[in-house]
């Protein structure tokens, strides 16, 4: 029965999720030519907020659980677990005072309305991971510009996202830049829980009444660790132990 009711569900939210994103894409062109960075990134967060209620179509509740203070005049580097792409509106938007800015593959730049607009344009990086001559250099150069802006990256070091909840070993690699190129950042780990049983059946139909869980973990200054190999154990073994496929 549940899985009946997800079929007109999902087709009344692909409808709501592409008309939000083909009224976004203007909007954001005008915002980014004629009044430049601070309205275009008004516009991205606004579209993260409409984009998380088309999912509330599907019966889908948020929680994003953040005790800490963390400043805004630092770089940051988010780390979390990766289940689906429904993990990513929401930490956009709820931590949208830091300037979150991803780690993103390169087909995404293009093709997309608003998402490959922003996604070139708004201070993310696109890259081909099956290229480590054209990756390596990119994360660098995103590194560094995460440490002079003060701006957040955000990193999904399992490389590909769960497809079952259970996380996956971390590729430590691009991780290992980041914090090599902003080494006054602080990383933020973040767990990520159900964003996977968006695509339970698959991509149609959508799993629906799931409630995402974020919860955002003790802040590491990157400083502090001599030893960074530690660190990232650390934040691996921080996020990986809440979990709960």
């Known amino acids: 029965m549940r899985k009946i009711l997800a079929y007109p569900l999902t087709v009344l939210y692909l409808m709501c ?12 062109w005008i ?4 009044f430049g960075y601070k309205a275009h990134k008004i516009s991205v967060d606004w579209l993260q907020f409409f984009l998380m209620r088309c999912l509330n179509v599907l019966g889908t509740r948020f929680t994003f659980t953040n005790p800490y203070d963390i400043p805004t005049d630092e770089p940051l580097i988010i780390v979390a677990n990766h289940q689906s792409m429904y993990d990513i509106s929401p930490i956009m938007w709820y931590m949208r005072k830091h300037h979150p800015k991803f780690i993103a593959k390169q087909e995404l730049g293009k093709g997309i309305p608003s998402v490959s607009y922003n996604l070139r344009h708004g201070g993310s990086v696109l890259i081909d991971r099956k290229n480590p001559r054209q990756a390596l250099p990119a994360i660098m150069k995103f590194g560094e510009y995460i440490e002079n802006t003060k701006r957040a990256a955000v990193i999904f070091p399992e490389g590909t996202r769960s497809k079952t909840g259970v996380p996956k070993p971390f590729q430590t690699k691009g991780l290992e830049i980041l914090i090599k190129k902003a080494p006054s950042a602080t990383i933020v780990p973040i767990s990520i829980n159900n964003s996977w049983k968006m695509l339970r059946y698959g991509k149609f139909p959508m799993g629906i009444g799931n409630h995402l869980k974020f919860t955002v973990h003790q802040p590491l200054k990157i400083a502090t660790f001599v030893n960074k190999e530690e660190l990232i154990r650390t934040v691996e073994q921080t996020i990986s132990s809440n979990i709960h496929p």
């Open 31 to 34: 915002c980014f030519n004629v």
């Open 17 to 28: 999720f592409g008309l939000t994103l083909v009224v976004f894409h203007p909007i954001q």
